[in-house]
């Protein structure tokens, strides 16, 4: 299915709005693009290896890495073969809050709004 750019746009506009309505958690888009390439492309995943796919810098990946690593989305990991290196791997709770992300794009596509707030009660004096 071919989308328009106005399209596309629209849907990941209608994405990220449920988002932010349905989760505590507002990653920004650079950690949310590590942390993507961390849990769907194949590892092992370094600071450097991230900063160069990217093409970011090192200390920001180290940074979004602090936040993921928080939130429980990532963890750290001594390479046992080199124990100066480092690997960056996705957890659990990290592929909890991609699968609801996914959800939230498919429910975008699908034209559903979720996480929508409730409506206003009109009051009666109004």
């Known amino acids: 299915m071919a989308m328009s750019e106005r399209q596309s746009l629209d849907l990941w506009r209608r ?63 001594r390479d046992e073969n080199d124990l100066r290196s480092v690997f960056i791997e996705r957890t659990p709770d990290g592929l909890d809050w991609l699968r609801d992300f996914a959800g939230l794009i498919a429910a975008a596509a699908a034209g559903k709004d979720i996480g929508q707030p409730a409506p206003v009660a009109k009051s009666a004096a109004a």
């Open 15 to 77: 994405a990220v709005s449920s988002y932010v309505r349905t989760c505590e958690l507002d990653l920004s888009a650079r950690q949310q693009a590590i942390f993507m390439t961390v849990a769907l492309q194949a590892g092992p995943h370094t600071v450097r290896g991230l900063a160069a796919d990217l093409n970011l810098a090192k200390p920001a990946v180290t940074r979004a890495i602090d936040t993921l690593e928080k939130a429980g989305f990532v963890r750290r990991r």
